[in-house]
């Protein structure tokens, strides 16, 4: 199962973590995974690369975790990964998992 934790510094998300593996196919067909981390890197690299975020970002096999502080341009980009990822785990119930915490 795929773990999803969005975080928020009250109103506003200041990051994500995500964890796991669906094993909803063979590795290379899975296309819950595809999704998922598609949708994280997308995510990330918008944040960084494209709007110049400062973020604090981890990445391994299964794993990414990004965190940076409150800003408004933050805040939208994950509010889309959220939403984006509320519609995978709604529609792969038994693969995909989604909380908040609030930091």
Known sequence: MISVTFYKNGAEFTG???SGHSDYADEGYDIVCSAISSSAYLTANN??????????????DGYMKLKSEKSDNL????????RHTLQLAEQYQNDIIVKISEV
């Open 47 to 60: 944040i960084t690369d494209i709007f110049g975020i400062s973020a604090d970002v981890t990445v391994s």
């Open 16 to 18: 994500y973590e995500f």
């Open 75 to 82: 805040n939208r980009l994950i509010d889309g990964l959220y």
